[in-house]
């Protein structure tokens, strides 16, 4: 599966950005769907995710300021960000899983908030 992210950028502390994963496979056909960020000496870590029934899980960090989501017509992964705050400055990577075509990531977008 290719993945290919968009929509990252600098924003002030509490702006807003929507990154953007588009794959090369019918996203109604991947079991999970999801976004991991890492911050510069930090560990990877999971974000947000979406299964196929649009079933979403997310971070504690992250629970009421962004939201996962998933357009099966134009094969796109969503991440809408709002109340942005510094702490959630990272590279962000599209993920995703099934059974029969394993784990795929995407090159990573720079997510930069300034204080």
Do not use: H
């Not at 930090?42 to 998933?70: C, H, M, P, W």
């Amino acid at each position: 599966v290719r993945l290919v992210e968009s929509g990252g950028g600098l924003v002030q502390s509490g702006g807003s950005l929507r990154l953007s994963c588009a794959t090369s496979v019918n996203t109604a056909t991947i079991s999970v769907m999801a976004w991991y960020r890492q911050a510069p000496g930090k560990q990877r870590e999971l974000v947000a995710s979406i299964g196929i029934a649009g079933n979403t899980r997310y971070t504690d960090s992250v629970k009421g300021r962004f939201t996962i989501s998933k357009d099966n017509f134009k094969r796109t992964l969503y991440l809408q960000m709002n109340s942005l705050k510094p702490d959630d400055t990272a590279v962000y990577y599209c993920n995703t899983y099934d059974t029969w075509r394993g784990t795929s990531w995407g090159q990573g977008t720079q997510v930069t908030v300034s204080s």
